[in-house]
C-alpha cells in the first residue's frame, strides 16, 4: 500500500511540473540556432545571398538607433497570409520570421531575429558578426554591452532578451515597423532617416496583390494610411514619435495608466489625435527641471518646457527617451519635433 501511494504522488507531483512548466512531452521547445547562417535567412551555404523567400520592407518611420543602417526582412510560412481583420493589431502566422541587420561605418555588426513558434511565444535572438564579416553567432541572453563605437565615447551594445522584451512586448509581441502605417504606399517624404523604396521590397499594395494579407482591404490601397496633421512637418513629427515612443506610450502597454497615447493608429482621422489630446497641455509625471511650472508634456509654442521635447535631447539614464536602444541623441528628430511644438495646435490642449 506505500509503494502504491508513494507511486500516485510521484506522477501526480510529476503532472504538476508538467502542467506549470508547459511542459510538452517529447517536443523540445524550439530555440535559435547557433549561427545566423542557419536562421534560413540566407539561401545556400554562407552569408552571401538572401533567400528569395524573404522579402525585405522598409517602414517609412523607421527607429533611430545611433544612426546604423539597417536592413529588414519577413518570411511567411509558404501558403500561409497575415490576418488583418484588425487593422492596427495584425496577427502572423505560427512560423513567421523576421530579421534585421545593423550596420555601423559599412561593417555589419549585428542582426536580430524575431521568430513565432507557437500561439503563445516568439524566439528572441541576436547575432554578433565575426571580424570577417562571413557569419554572426547567437548572443548571450544577457546581451553584449559595447560592442561597436557609434560616435567619441559612445558605443552600440547588442541589446539582451529581457531588453527585447521591453520594446516588442505589450499586451502581445509587437512587430516594430511591420505595419499599415509603415508599410503604406502614401509614404511620407518628411520622415526623419527614411530608406527610399526599392523595386522588391512589400509595401502595403504589395500584400493585398499578393493574398499575404487578408481579408482583403481594397480601401487601404485606393486611400493609403497617413497621419493626419495640420502640416507637412506635424505629419512627420507624430510619425516620428510613433515610431520611436509609441512602441511603449499606447493603449495596450503595461504602463497606459500614465495616460500617454504617442502610437498611432489609422483608424485616428482627426487632427487631434491621441497623440495631441493625451500630451498637449498635460503635466505630466516628469517635469523639465528648470520650467516646473510651466513644464507640460508638450507646451504648444514652447519647447523648452515640453517633458517630450527635453528628454529626447537627453542621455542620461534617468531622463532619457527612448531610455533603451541609444547612447547618442538623433538631432534631426529632436530638431523635428522641437520645431513642430513651436506651431503644435494648441486647440488640441484640454
Known amino acids: 500500500m506505500k509503494a502504491i501511494i508513494t507511486t500516485i504522488a510521484m506522477t501526480l507531483f510529476a503532472a504538476i511540473v508538467r ?18 547562417s542557419e536562421t534560413g535567412l540566407y539561401a545556400g551555404g554562407g552569408t552571401t545571398r538572401i533567400d528569395p523567400f524573404n522579402r525585405p520592407f522598409s517602414p517609412q518611420y523607421p527607429l533611430w538607433t545611433d544612426g546604423a543602417a539597417k536592413k529588414r526582412w519577413i518570411r511567411l510560412p509558404q501558403g500561409a497570409a497575415i490576418d488583418g481583420s484588425n487593422v492596427s493589431r495584425w496577427e502572423f ?27 503563445d511565444r516568439w524566439v528572441f535572438a541576436s547575432y554578433v558578426w565575426n571580424d570577417a564579416q562571413t557569419d554572426a553567432t547567437l548572443a548571450p541572453e544577457s546581451g553584449i554591452p559595447g560592442i ?9 551594445s547588442i541589446p539582451g532578451i529581457a531588453d527585447c522584451r521591453a520594446c516588442h512586448d505589450s499586451a502581445r509581441t509587437e512587430i ?13 517624404p518628411n520622415a526623419p532617416h527614411a530608406e527610399p523604396l526599392t523595386r522588391e521590397m512589400i509595401t502595403l499594395k504589395t500584400l493585398m496583390d499578393e493574398s499575404l494579407i487578408y481579408p482583403k482591404r481594397p ?21 516620428y ?25 489609422v483608424t485616428d482621422t482627426a487632427e487631434c489625435t491621441p497623440a495631441l489630446t493625451t500630451t498637449a497641455g498635460k503635466r505630466g509625471h516628469w517635469v523639465v527641471p528648470e520650467a516646473q511650472e ?19 535631447k537627453s542621455r542620461r539614464p534617468s531622463s532619457q527617451m527612448p531610455p533603451l536602444g541609444t547612447v547618442v541623441v538623433d538631432k534631426k528628430g529632436v530638431d523635428l519635433v522641437t520645431s513642430w511644438i513651436q506651431t503644435a495646435i494648441a486647440r488640441c490642449a484640454s
Open 93 to 119: 502566422p505560427i512560423g513567421t520570421r523576421f530579421w534585421k541587420e545593423f550596420s555601423f561605418d559599412g561593417r555589419k555588426v549585428e542582426t536580430r531575429l524575431l521568430w513565432r513558434v507557437s500561439a
Open 176 to 188: 516594430l515597423g511591420f505595419d499599415a502605417l509603415n508599410l503604406s504606399d502614401d509614404r511620407d
Open 219 to 239: 480601401e487601404l490601397v485606393d486611400t493609403p494610411p497617413r497621419i493626419a496633421a495640420s502640416t507637412p512637418e506635424a505629419r512627420a513629427a507624430l510619425g
Open 19 to 36: 502542467a506549470t512548466a508547459g511542459f510538452d512531452s517529447g517536443v523540445a521547445a524550439p530555440v535559435a540556432p547557433a549561427l545566423l
Open 294 to 312: 510651466a513644464s507640460r508634456l508638450i507646451n504648444p509654442g514652447h519647447p523648452e518646457s515640453s517633458a517630450i521635447a527635453r528628454r529626447m
Open 241 to 265: 514619435l510613433s515610431t520611436n515612443c509609441g512602441s511603449c506610450h499606447n493603449r495596450e502597454s503595461s504602463i497606459v495608466s500614465l495616460g500617454l497615447i504617442l502610437k498611432h493608429n
Open 148 to 156: 561597436a563605437e557609434v560616435a567619441p565615447g559612445k558605443r552600440h
